[in-house]
């Protein structure tokens, strides 16, 4: 099957995978419950919800794991559970996958280093366990995401460099602030990003969540002024979220969602997918207009 920056080099564009929280909420998980517990209890809806986005044309799909540090799964008080978690989450989506890629998904501890609530070690050695655990289970690459502070960031990148033998990528969230520009909720602007994780041998970069895809041309744009050959990643929302008597929802249609995959790509953008309110067919239509494109 090769790697993912291989098939990239190639000029291929790929297509990822959309949401999985909203999708767990849609197949039955309640608010306060554990996704990654459903890994083991409900493993056949998590083998649904990779498989659908599979069939929707993606060449990629994620692992229920994105909150399997020992960090989010103490909330749950599962923490000592990690390593079985994230293994199983890998090996659900590998069968999903076939010879497509699987991305070890990985998401913030919740911890803020300069708060002096963790030590930069602690967070290493979480994140160590549980990139270990997810390429025991299969996952071709390992994707670190929605972060926002760059040294979590840098640390999750140093542990998937130094203990596995994975592909990495990193993408931040990024929200407009009101002068234009982009920034994470820490202050980190995309080319500080580059600037920072590039170094660090970090394979693919790029944002999820946070924005639109409309929203995302800006942050690929400003990523490619700071570096043109770095692989660019974007998981966008299915447009920005809409609060309505209690229910958060994101209104972008799947035909509205194609209707900026032009533009992202000729901003310079490699893999594109969905990150929240993101269904199987917004990835199909992503698919169309790649294909078409191409």
């Given at each position: 099957?090769?790697?993912?920056?291989?098939?990239?080099?190639?000029?291929?564009?790929?297509?990822?995978?959309?949401?999985w929280g909203t999708f767990l909420?849609?197949?039955?998980?309640?608010?306060?419950?554990?996704?990654?517990?459903?890994?083991?209890?409900?493993?056949?809806?998590?083998?649904?919800?990779?498989?659908?986005?599979?069939?929707?044309?993606?060449?990629?799909v994620e692992t229920n794991s994105f909150g399997g540090s020992s960090f989010k799964l103490a909330h749950y008080g599962l923490e000592l559970r990690a390593s079985e978690f994230n293994q199983a989450a890998a090996a659900i989506s590998r069968q999903a996958a076939g010879d497509k890629f699987v991305l070890g998904s990985v998401g913030p501890t919740g911890k803020i280093l300069m708060m002096?609530?963790?030590?930069?070690?602690?967070?290493?050695?979480?994140?160590k366990e549980q990139v270990i655990a997810l390429e025991r289970g299969g996952v071709d690459a390992i994707i670190i995401e929605t972060m926002t502070d760059i040294d979590e960031a840098r640390i999750a990148v140093k542990a998937a460099k130094e203990n596995t033998s994975c592909e990495v990528?990193?993408?931040?969230?990024?929200?407009?602030?009101?002068?234009?520009e982009f920034r994470s909720m820490m202050g980190v602007s995309p080319t500080e990003m580059v600037l920072e994780l590039v170094p660090e041998g970090v394979d693919i970069i790029g944002a999820n969540c946070g924005n639109g895809i409309e929203g995302m041309i800006q942050i690929v744009n400003e990523i490619r002024?700071?570096?043109?050959?770095?692989?660019?990643?974007?998981?966008?929302?299915?447009?920005?979220?809409?609060?309505?008597q209690g229910v958060t929802l994101f209104p972008e249609t799947p035909e509205q969602t194609a209707?900026?995959?032009?533009?992202?790509?000729?901003?310079?953008?490699?893999?594109?997918?969905?990150c929240c309110g993101t269904t199987p067919e917004h990835i199909r239509q992503i698919y169309r207009v790649v294909n078409e494109i191409k």
């Open positions: 099957m090769g790697k993912i920056t291989e098939k990239l080099k190639e000029g291929k564009i790929l297509v990822s995978d959309g949401a909420h849609a197949k039955g998980l309640q608010s306060g419950q554990c996704p990654e517990l459903w890994n083991i209890e409900h493993p056949d809806v998590v083998f649904d919800i990779a498989k659908s986005y599979l069939e929707a044309g993606a060449d990629m002096g609530e963790v030590t930069a070690e602690e967070v290493y050695n979480s994140f990528i990193c993408t931040m969230t990024f929200q407009k602030t009101p002068d234009g002024l700071c570096n043109s050959r770095i692989p660019v990643l974007v998981h966008a929302n299915a447009g920005m979220p809409v609060y309505d209707g900026f995959i032009g533009a992202i790509l000729k901003a310079g953008v490699n893999i594109i997918g969905g």
